[in-house]
T-cell receptor
Framework: DGGITQSPKYLFRKEGQNVTLSCEQN?????MYWYRQDPGQGLRLIYY???????QKGDIAEGYSVSREKKESFPLTVTSAQKNPTAFYLC?????????????FGPGTRLTVT | SQQGEEDPQALSIQEGENATMNCSYK?????LQWYRQNSGRGLVHLIL?????REKHSGRLRVTLDTSKKSSSLLITASRAADTASYFC??????????????FGTGTLLAVQP
């Protein structure tokens, strides 16, 4: 059963703490992405990775960090430097082949920082 | 930055009616994609239309693309209560050599009343 998983579904943290969100895919996709979604808003790109051991900043990378040590995994760390971390975080993956550009999304992690 | 703007922001219709959502974007694109998001869930890819295509069908969905006006529309025919969701357009634009880097619009919230 192929897919993309995120854990946990809900996460609560105190202000000043770093927190890492998990994203795993078994679709053999090269590219992976992290998005942030605020209430009533579209998705904004935080980081993306097109290949193992390489990643690029998206539009709102400040206060976040990622790693891509394995093809299947693309964890996102929300650091204490992120001013407004409470949001819904979505991970996605895609195949880089022409004709297969759609992105597959995980179920999301809702992070609440108080 | 958000390239796509959907219109309307919210739409309420009766079951059996057709629903039309529009998307406008700003720069040239490789393709335009439509996604659906049920409340609190990840996004699901619906349909992709390439810049050299004008219309595409998939089941009850019809998508049009007018590159001269930088706009697209999504038509859902014979809507059902289960179609209630937010719908997002996303553009895959040439961006620093990267591929599959989507820019999402702000979404249309569709409510289908039974």
């Amino acid at each position: 059963d192929g897919g993309i998983t995120q854990s946990p579904k809900y996460l609560f943290r105190k202000e000043g703490q770093n927190v890492t969100l998990s994203c795993e895919q078994n679709l053999n996709h090269d590219a992976m992405y992290w998005y942030r979604q605020d209430p009533g808003q579209g998705l904004r790109l935080i980081y993306y990775s097109q290949i193992v051991n390489d990643f690029q900043k998206g539009d709102i990378a400040e206060g976040y960090s990622v790693s891509r040590e394995k093809k299947e995994s693309f964890p996102l760390t929300v650091t204490s430097a992120q001013k407004n971390p409470t949001a819904f975080y979505l991970c996605a993956s895609s195949n880089k082949e022409t004709g297969k550009e759609e992105q597959y999304f995980g179920p999301g992690t809702r992070l609440t920082v108080t | 930055s958000q390239q796509g703007e959907e219109d309307p922001q919210a739409l309420s219709i009766q079951e059996g009616e057709n629903a039309t959502m529009n998307c406008s974007y700003k720069t040239s694109i490789n393709n335009l994609q439509w996604y659906r998001q049920n409340s609190g869930r990840g996004l699901v890819h619906l349909i992709l239309i390439r810049s050299n295509e004008r219309e595409k069908h998939s089941g009850r969905l019809r998508v049009t693309l007018d590159t001269s006006k930088k706009s697209s529309s999504l038509l859902i025919t014979a809507s059902r209560a289960a179609d209630t969701a937010s719908y997002f357009c996303a553009t895959d634009a040439p961006y620093g050599g990267a591929t599959n880097k989507l820019i999402f619009g702000t979404g249309t919230l569709l409510a289908v009343q039974p």
